[in-house]
């Protein structure tokens, strides 16, 4: 059964950075989309960065020249590398993989459980 752990996340001052991670397992054939979302209180969950098996990681503008999404694929592992923190920041961030399970064969996208960011002084 496939699933997506997050960790990394935690309280920090702005101007700060964390890193998060996201670990998937299970038995998979392949991973087309990997991406990373937040959700902040009282608002809707909104993309920050993704990365397909075929490019280069796009981002949001609000979070350009700050976040920077990478990915292990041999460990299909995906990270989020956070700088220059602000307030506006402050959201519970979710992974999320689109992916063929190797038990289904059906393509589908999975959610990891969320982490807590927070950016306060």
């Known amino acids: 059964q496939v699933q997506l752990v997050e960790s990394g996340g935690g309280l920090v001052q702005p101007g700060g950075s964390l890193r998060l991670s996201c670990a998937i397992s299970g038995s998979i054939i392949d991973i087309y989309t990997m991406a990373w979302y937040r959700q902040a209180p009282g608002k809707e969950r909104n993309l920050v960065a993704l990365i397909t098996n075929r490019g280069n990681p796009d981002y949001v503008d609000s979070v350009k020249g700050r976040f920077t999404m990478s990915t292990d694929n041999a460990a299909n592992t995906m990270h989020l590398h956070m700088t220059s923190l602000k307030p506006e920041d402050t959201a519970v961030y979710y992974c999320?993989?689109?992916?063929?399970?190797?038990?289904?064969?059906?393509?589908?996208?999975?959610w990891g459980q969320g982490t807590q960011v927070t950016v306060s002084s």
């Open positions: 999320s993989a689109d992916l063929l399970p190797s038990n289904t064969r059906r393509r589908f996208i999975y």
